[in-house]
Every structure is written in C-alpha cells, then in structure tokens.
C-alpha cells in the first residue's frame, strides 16, 4: 500500500489529494524526516504516491493536517493565503508542504533553485508568479515553529501481509540470508519507479528487499583520484555533491525530475532499471565511470559502460548488487558537457541525452574522446564512429563537424511518440556542434541561471 492511500483511506487525512499518481503534480506531498548530508534530521518534501508504506519504518511524518496549531498557521499556509496563491485549493496542500520545506532550506541563494523547489507542484487556476512569491518569503527562515525533526530510527524490517513480503535488512549478512531464501525477491530503494507499478498497472509484487537500510549505500567519497558515489545516494545529495566537483554531471541532474522525486530517486535505482533514457548513464560514462559490484563472494568492477548488457538488462548476476559507482576526476584540460533534450524543460523524460568528453593535448589534438548517447539505441552507448573520428585530431569546427556526420553510422534509432528518427539524428549530431561552442572558452560549463535551453552559447556561458 502506498503512504497516498493509507493516508486517505485508512487515516481519513484526506487533505493529502491523488492527482496523477506518478510524482508529477504534487498534489500528494508530504514531509519525512530524513537524515541530511551532516548526519542531522531534516524535513524533505516527496510525493506520498510514491512511497510504500513499510519504506518509512522509523521515519516521522507530517501532512498539511498537522501544521496549524490551534489556532494559528504555519508560516507557509499564511505566505500562501496573503499572497492570494489559492483559488480551488486542490493543489494547495501539496504546494505549502513543498513550502514547508523551503522554509528550512538555506541554501536556496538564486532564484533556480526556488524554481527548482516548486517545479513538482502543478497548479492550474492560480497562475505561478503568487505561488513563487508566498515561496520567497518564508524560504530559509527557519521559524519557530515546534517541527523539530525527529532523527530517523533502525529501517530493519521484516513485513509479510496478504500474501506479499517486504524486508529492510540492516547488514550485508543479513541481506545474503535474505536473498538465500528468497532468490528471487526484487530490490527496492527509493521506489520511485517500482511504485509506479503499483499505482498505474496495480501490480502485485510478492517479494521485496529494501536496500534502504545499508547506510554504506548512502555514502559518498572521494580520493585524489575518482569520487566514490554509493548507489542509494539520493539525486537530490548528488546534485548538492556535483555542483562543485563534477558540473557536466550536475547539468543532468538539474533536469532529472521535481524535489519531491530527487529526494527519493537513487544513483543505483536510475542505472539498475537500465533505460535506454535514463539521465545518469550518459553523463557517468562520458566521465569513465565503473560500476562496483558486489556479491555474498565480494565485489567485482566494470566499466558503467559495459554494465548495460541490453534493453533493461545489466551485469548483475542473481544475488549481485551495484553498491557504487566510481568516476575519475575530470583532467583540468578536459571539455566536459552534458545535455537532455525532451517536450518539456521540467519534469520529463528525455527524447536524445548525451554525455561528452573531449581532452587534449597541449598542441589542441584530442587525446581523449567519450561520446555517449541515451535515446538513439536499446541502451546507453558511445558513439565509436564519432570517437574515431576526433581522436588523433586538431579540435575544430571542422573535425567536429566530420565527426557529427560519422553518427549516422554509430546510431539508427527509432522512431516514437518523442521523436522520429530522423529528429533524433539530427538532434545528436547538433549537441556535438553545440558542444564545441559552448566549451570554446569554458572547458567544463554549468547552467546559466537563466538559461533557455540545454545548449548554451559561448556568449552565455560568459555571462552566467
């Protein structure tokens, strides 16, 4: 059962509203406590239609219900209602409990990331711009309000009701034991593509193994050598990680999906279900990432690259987990970009991304060639031809141009309801163009903040 419906039909706090049931409108959210980067609790905003009910085992959770205190409201609802952000009031408990958040964010400094903030909730009487203002008075202030969170207790579990079973194991021990008697359970981490099962094909699932308990996969570090990303990492801890350290990375991550997902949806989660169009593949191969693999034998390492073995399918042997994923520190000489293109800037899936790395030498010959592509094959793959075609050569206009029409022969992708595939080529090969021009000045460039789209000019990067 999902947080939604138990919350609505077994509590009757019906202020917690069903709209999309698939993380898209916001209508639904509430806020968990949750442990923060600093190993103290913090309130994060997710979309209850997207949480299973045994993943918050030790976790406090608040719904729009429980902000006024006897007589008076929280600071959100009072920004929300002065602001005149409400009119039907549907959408409104899950906007305020996105504020609610905000409320506590400090680092909410540029008016994106206030975008950012909002952009899981849909509205359609209001109009944003009153929503965006209620947003900016309150966020970062930090009120006294009583919400202190509470630090999350052991996730260890074991579940079983109406013929399904759902276990949160707390070691690797206990895991391989798990696995032992139930080979063929399926893992489950932040759920926010499982549950999209449950809510939109009614599935069943008979078994599950949360990994949410093994704190090593929430663990990020780093050498003088790579970054160490565990695969239960959040999107929303690796867009605070990459935004200093990797910003090709950080680029993809922006447009990964609305706060609410980002604080559920995990490094391992996106690179597991092996979508031809997930935002993480293309980005962390152009980076020479590696996938560490573990089972009850000990760990083993790939190249992210080799890690897709076809359409949703990996390397991971029956009982094999990914725990993280390894990624070299860019080379300072090195060009470093990566771009999603889809119908719509927010919360949508991609129709072409890419993944491009480019070093060179100190007379301007490319050394170093990493061209990968989601949306154009059954898995994420490097463009060889288009490789072959820079390396060994000046970086130009010219050779890049060569090497744009040698993807004809690395791709032939398929035509959807996202893109034809005639559009899909001609897409590709205009993100490499876009590519030279964007790194001319700046070798590794992070969004503008007032950007127009994935691409930006030379002219854009200079002025931010």
Request: proline residues 5%; hydrophobic residues 40%.
């Amino acid at each position: 059962m999902t947080l939604l419906r138990y919350l609505r039909d077994r509590k009757q706090l019906t202020g917690t509203k069903e709209g999309c049931a698939e993380g898209d409108c916001g209508a639904c959210s509430v806020a968990i406590a949750e442990l923060g980067a600093d190993g103290q609790p913090v309130w994060r905003s997710v979309n209850s239609c997207l949480v299973m009910l045994p993943m918050l085992q030790g976790k406090h959770v608040l719904t729009v219900e429980a902000l006024k205190q006897g007589e008076a409201y929280h600071p959100a609802q009072v920004s929300m209602t002065k602001a005149l952000g409400s009119q039907c009031g549907y959408c409104t408990p899950g906007i305020v409990m996105s504020m609610f958040e905000a409320t506590y964010r400090k680092d909410l400094d540029a008016p994106w990331k206030l975008d950012d903030q909002l952009c899981g909730n849909l509205c359609r009487c209001t109009g944003y711009r009153p929503i965006r203002d209620a947003a900016e008075e309150v966020a970062g202030t930090c009120p006294n309000d009583g919400f202190t969170p509470a630090k999350p207790e052991s996730m260890e579990l074991a579940y079983e009701a109406h013929g399904q079973r759902f276990v949160t194991p707390g070691t690797f021990e206990a895991l391989w034991q798990e696995l032992d008697a139930h080979p063929d359970a399926r893992f489950v981490v932040g759920g926010t593509d499982l549950c999209l099962e449950v809510t939109k094909k009614f599935a069943v699932i008979p078994k599950l193994v949360s990994l949410e308990g093994l704190t090593e996969l929430k663990q990020v570090s780093e050498t003088d050598a790579f970054f160490r990303i565990g695969s239960g990492v959040s999107i929303a801890e690796l867009e605070t990680f990459s935004a200093t350290r990797l910003p090709s990375l950080h680029r993809m991550v922006r447009y990964f999906a609305a706060r609410q997902i980002k604080h559920r949806g995990t490094v391992g989660g996106n690179l597991c279900t092996a979508s031809p169009i997930g935002d993480l593949p293309p980005a962390l191969i152009s980076l020479g990432a590696t996938a560490v693999i573990r089972g009850r034998g000990g760990e083993r390492r790939v190249l992210l690259e080799q890690f897709f073995v076809g359409y949703r399918k990996t390397a991971l042997a029956t009982k094999e987990l990914l725990v993280a994923v390894e990624v070299p520190r860019p080379a300072s000489s090195a060009r470093a970009v990566c771009y999603k293109v889809s119908k719509r800037r927010e919360l949508d899936i991609s129709t072409v991304s890419a993944g491009f790395y480019v070093d060179t030498d100190g007379e301007g010959v490319v050394t170093v060639a990493r061209l990968a592509y989601g949306g154009m094959a059954a898995t994420t793959l490097r463009a060889a031809g288009a490789e072959a075609a820079l390396v060994g050569k000046a970086w130009s206009a010219q050779n890049v141009a060569l090497a744009a029409k040698a993807l004809a022969t690395d791709f032939t992708p398929l035509s959807d309801h996202r893109g034809s595939a005639a559009y899909r080529s001609l897409v590709a090969a205009n993100l490499l163009r876009g590519f030279f021009d964007e790194t001319l000045e700046v070798r590794q460039p992070p969004l503008g903040s007032q950007h127009v789209a994935t691409v930006q000019s030379a002219e854009e990067v200079r002025h931010g």
